[in-house]
């Protein structure tokens, strides 16, 4: 089930729509936003990430995204993205630094013709209910 989420950052009038890719390691920034925010691929931390598109050299930078909420407060994350002059895909969320540090579900009984939503909250310590049901007696 492809999910995309509006991000929003801090510098930027525009919000973004973003993959959300449980499969992704690292979260993946849009050449041209990355642009705009003045993040650069050449930055500190250079790597090479391997995708279904092939492969790409860039930088790892942090920068703050919010994702805004339709209810409750906003989420505010600051992962390390994945920066690349080439990237041709979507920016991507993923897993390390930004899912690994927020909780998140769906409603499984939202159908192929509605809108399916997405819930999202910071990760607290320790997670409520995440053990719930998984006791042995």
């Not at 994702?67 to 895909?89: K, M, N, Q, S």
Request: charged share 25%; glycine share 10%; hydrophobic share 40%.
């Amino acid at each position: 089930m492809p999910a995309v989420i509006p991000c929003a950052f801090e510098e930027l009038q525009e919000e973004y729509d973003a993959l959300f890719d449980t499969g992704a390691e690292y979260s993946v920034m849009h050449r041209e936003v990355a642009a705009e925010l003045g993040l650069k691929p050449d930055g500190e931390t250079c790597l090479t990430m391997s995708t279904r598109l092939g492969d790409f050299q860039g930088s790892l930078q942090r920068h703050a995204v919010r994702i805004p909420a339709l209810a409750g407060e906003d989420l505010l994350v600051e992962p390390a993205w994945f920066v690349c002059a080439e990237w041709p895909g979507p920016m991507v969320l993923g897993w390390r630094g930004f899912l690994e540090s927020i909780t998140f579900g769906c409603n499984p009984r939202a159908t192929s013709d509605e809108e399916g939503r997405f819930y999202f909250a910071l990760l607290s310590e320790p997670a409520v209910g995440v053990d719930a049901g998984l006791r042995n007696p």
